[in-house]
């Protein structure tokens, strides 16, 4: 199968300061969507980009696939924000990275 | 638009029974995944459904099975549970217009434990 590897595991930031996530997968997909999940575990979608640029809001995605990594950036961050972030790609099934737990802190 | 649903959200059950989880899809979705998740394995693919057949599974014992109506509701069932079973059940929906390029929509999930 696809391994997916995200970056940083975890995350700790304050209020207001802007991060960086990181997803690499070893094979080419067709498919590539960030999720948030919340503390109660629904998965939130927060992009599908299996290449390019997307923004909404204070959160951004670029994927670079013949690179094979993909970024979520986080600017401004608010305490509302905190939560595990996953990757996961898809060839004929979806593969998830083993996250990035965010924390924001006032 | 109705989110994907999942019943029951919570339930716990002892080593030996079986269980049976209900996934509906947003509705005009015709594909339905399933997928299992606990702190150790992390978010793992069990099974994908679309048009009543099963069209990819997972690394799982023959104990997880699935089927999906013709409404595309689904429902999987866990036999001879384990302790290892216990995890958050996730559920997810697509269109499965495009090939796999498309957007999953996941439920709020079902937490499974086995005592």
């Known amino acids: 199968g696809i391994q997916v590897e995200q970056s940083p595991p975890d995350l700790i930031l304050q209020e207001g300061a802007n991060s960086t996530l990181r997803c690499n997968f070893s094979d080419s997909v067709n498919n590539l969507q960030w999720f948030h999940q919340n503390p109660w575990g629904q998965l939130i979608n927060l992009f599908y980009i299996p290449s390019g640029t997307k923004q909404n809001g204070r959160l951004s995605a670029t994927t670079v696939a013949t690179e094979r990594y993909s970024l979520l950036y986080i600017s401004s961050s608010q305490t509302t924000d905190s939560g595990v972030y996953f990757c996961a790609v898809a060839g004929n099934q979806f593969y998830f990275g083993t996250g990035t737990s965010l924390t924001v802190i006032p | 638009k109705a989110g994907v649903t999942q019943t029951p959200r919570y339930l716990i059950k002892t080593r030996g029974q079986q269980v049976t989880l209900s996934c509906s899809p947003i509705s005009g979705h015709r594909s339905v995944s399933w997928y299992q998740q606990t702190p150790g394995q992390g978010l793992q693919f069990l099974f994908e459904y679309f048009s009543e057949t099963q069209r990819n599974k997972g690394n799982f014992p023959g104990r997880f099975s699935g089927r999906q109506f013709s409404n595309s509701r689904s429902e999987m069932n866990v036999s001879t549970l384990e302790l290892g079973d216990s995890a958050l059940y996730l559920c997810?929906?697509?269109?499965?217009?495009?090939?796999?390029?498309?957007?999953?929509?996941f439920g709020p999930g079902t937490r499974l434990l086995v005592l």
């Open positions: 997810a929906s697509s269109l499965a217009v495009a090939g796999g390029q498309e957007t999953q929509y």
